[in-house]
């Protein structure tokens, strides 16, 4: 079955950086988009970026452009977020997720399957 683990989370100071991890398996990784969201206790699910199944295209959410880097490494069937200047808003549950299909990676309309998440915490 498929099956989606986030690792990475924690406790950062403002400015500071962290890197997700998703690892993902039970279907072929390469085949699908993915994608990265987070959501904040009593808020809705927040798109935060996705990228094609190939790594030719990403997307971000203007709230973390230039700051957070998704990238994905087929062989190791392993999806990141890399999240540099960290801010206290940036606090939140973090889920990374599998998309219906390999080029649709914006929102959260195609999204089929979810990892348990990894809580991300920015406080000095």
């Known amino acids: 079955q498929v099956q989606l683990v986030e690792s990475g989370g924690g406790l950062v100071q403002p400015g500071g950086s962290l890197r997700l991890s998703c690892a993902a398996s039970g279907f072929t990784f390469s085949n699908y988009a993915m994608i990265w969201a987070r959501q904040v206790p009593g808020k809705g699910l927040e798109w935060v970026s996705g990228?094609?199944?190939?790594?030719?295209?990403?997307y971000y959410a203007d709230s973390v452009k230039g700051r957070f880097t998704i990238s994905r490494n087929n062989a190791k069937n392993t999806v990141y977020l890399q999240m540099n200047s960290l801010k206290p808003e940036d606090t939140a549950l973090y889920f990374c997720?599998?998309?219906?299909?390999?080029?649709?990676?914006?929102?959260?309309?195609?999204?089929?399957?979810w990892g348990q998440g990894t809580q991300v915490t920015v406080s000095s």
């Open positions: 990228i094609y199944s190939d790594g030719s295209d990403t």
């Open positions: 997720g599998k998309d219906q299909y390999s080029d649709y990676a914006i929102g959260l309309d195609a999204i089929d399957y």
